[in-house]
C-alpha cells in the first residue's frame, strides 16, 4: 500500500513526466507503463515474462489503474492484445475512482492509458477504434508523444474509406 501511495503522490507532482515507460511495440507502436512497481521494473529490463508472472500472483480485482495499465502494456508486449484492451479498460475505470491524483495527472495519465488501449486496438486490427482512442487521448493530453506518434502510424495504416468513417 506504501508503494501505491508513493507512486500517486510522485504521478500527481511530476506531471508523469519522468515516470513513463516508452518501449517499442510491434509494428513500433509505442507504449506507456507507470513506474516504481515490481511489474514495471520487469518491463524496464524488457523481461516480460517476468512481469506477466507477477500479475499471475495477483488479483485482477485488486489492481489499482497504475497496475492495470501496466498489465495492459504487459499483455500489449506478449501480444495478448485482446486481453490487453480489457486491462486497459479496466484502467480507465479504476482511475474515476483514484481521488489522489489532480486534475491534470489524472488527465495525463487517461491519456496514456488511451494511447495504450489504441496500440492494443489497433494490433487487432481495429483501426477505426484505435483512431477514436488516440483522439481521446489527444484530447485529453496533445502533448503526450506516444499518443502522437502511435496516431501518425494508426492513421498512415487506415485505408481513406476508414478515416473518412471516423470522423
Known amino acids: 500500500m506504501k508503494r501505491l501511495t508513493k507512486t500517486r503522490v510522485l504521478l500527481a507532482t511530476t506531471g508523469l513526466c519522468s515516470l513513463l515507460f516508452s ?3 510491434s509494428a513500433d507502436y509505442r507504449v506507456t507503463a ?11 529490463s524488457k523481461d516480460v515474462a517476468s512481469a506477466k508472472s507477477i500479475f499471475s500472483e495477483r ?3 485488486s489492481l489499482d489503474f497504475v497496475e492495470a495499465n ?20 479496466m484502467a480507465l475505470e ?15 495519465a487517461r491519456a496514456s492509458i488511451y494511447s495504450n488501449l489504441a496500440v ?3 494490433m487487432n486490427g481495429n483501426m477505426p477504434a484505435a483512431s477514436t482512442a488516440l483522439e481521446k487521448a489527444l484530447a ?4 503526450d508523444a506516444n499518443a ?17 468513417q471516423s470522423f
Not at 75 to 89: D, H, M, T, V
Open 23 to 25: 518501449a517499442v511495440a
Open 34 to 44: 507507470f513506474g516504481y512497481s515490481s511489474e514495471f521494473d520487469a518491463l524496464l
Open 59 to 61: 488479483s485482477m480485482t
Open 70 to 89: 501496466n498489465l495492459c502494456v504487459t499483455q500489449i508486449l506478449a501480444k495478448e492484445y485482446s486481453a490487453a484492451e480489457s486491462a486497459c479498460a
Open 94 to 108: 479504476k482511475i474515476d475512482y483514484d481521488y489522489s491524483l489532480g486534475l491534470i495527472a489524472k488527465k495525463a
Open 120 to 122: 492494443a486496438l489497433a
Open 140 to 143: 485529453l493530453n496533445s502533448r
Open 148 to 164: 502522437v506518434a502511435n496516431y501518425s502510424l494508426v492513421n498512415s495504416k487506415s485505408p481513406a474509406s476508414e478515416l473518412a
